[in-house]
């Protein structure tokens, strides 16, 4: 069975400055697919960026970035410039190419932007 | 477009008593999901639809019934609450199978049985 490892339960970071939320997986198929999502406190999940496993550039959506190391099975998060708008908890997750339906989220961490 | 709704936003009920839970997304999306959402656990899969009129089972689904009538709603019935009930919970929908294309959610539903 997959499953997710988030080992940051909480982060915090001052504005205008980076961080990185780590993420580790554990699969023993080839295909896949791997997400970071974000939910404020208004609840709402929000997909952040997505990495498919056979692809070997990193993903980049704006000032979010994913350090993918198929290898290692490992799947950073790297926000530059944060923004108080991103406090929020961030999940990472798995779902394989083939067979089942089911996302496997990380159990989040915690990120906290301070002013 | 209203995306993903999921009524009610809140609600208690008391053991035993029975409930169902809407979700509807107005994007034509084959597929819908819920999911519950438990401290420090993340999300877990309960069950799912590919398609109206088909629903499957997740990876936590006891307790819990499922139908999809119509392609656009999919129901979460709880025919009698337990306190171990007592979640968040997610609906989701896509266009194809989650992976290929993204999956949007609903706001969530907290649940307290007491």
């Known amino acids: 069975a997959q499953t997710v490892t988030q080992s940051q339960p909480e982060m915090s970071v001052q504005e205008a400055e980076t961080v990185t939320l780590s993420c580790t997986y554990d699969?023993?198929?080839?295909?896949?697919?791997l997400f970071w999502y974000k939910q404020p406190p208004s609840r709402q999940m929000i997909l952040v960026i997505r990495?498919?496993?056979?692809?070997?550039q990193n993903a980049t959506e704006n000032r979010f970035s994913v350090n993918f190391q198929k290898a290692a099975k490992s799947f950073s998060l790297k926000i530059s410039d944060s923004q108080l708008g991103d406090t929020a908890m961030y999940f990472c997750?798995?779902?394989?190419?083939?067979?089942?339906?089911?996302?496997?989220f990380g159990k989040g961490t915690k990120l906290t932007v301070n002013p | 477009n209203a995306g993903v709704t999921q009524t009610p936003k809140f609600r208690v009920l008391k053991t035993g008593q029975s409930m169902t839970l809407l979700c509807a997304q107005d994007?034509?999306?084959?597929?819908m999901y819920w999911y519950r959402q438990d401290p420090g656990m993340g999300l877990r899969l309960i069950h799912y639809?590919?398609?109206?009129?088909?629903?499957a089972k997740g990876e936590v689904p006891d307790g819990y019934n499922v139908s999809r009538l119509k392609k656009q709603n999919f129901l979460l019935g709880l025919e009698s609450a337990a306190p171990s009930q007592t979640s968040v919970y997610f609906c989701?929908?896509?266009?194809?199978?989650?992976?290929?294309?993204?999956?949007?959610f609903g706001q969530g539903t907290r649940l307290t049985v007491v």
């Open positions: 989701a929908s896509s266009y194809f199978r989650t992976g290929r294309t993204e999956a949007f």
């Open positions: 699969t023993s198929e080839n295909n896949y697919y």
């Open positions: 990495q498919e496993a056979y692809k070997q």
């Open positions: 997750a798995f779902m394989s190419e083939g067979g089942s339906e089911k996302l496997v």
């Open positions: 994007m034509n999306h084959e597929y």
């Open positions: 639809s590919v398609g109206e009129g088909t629903t």
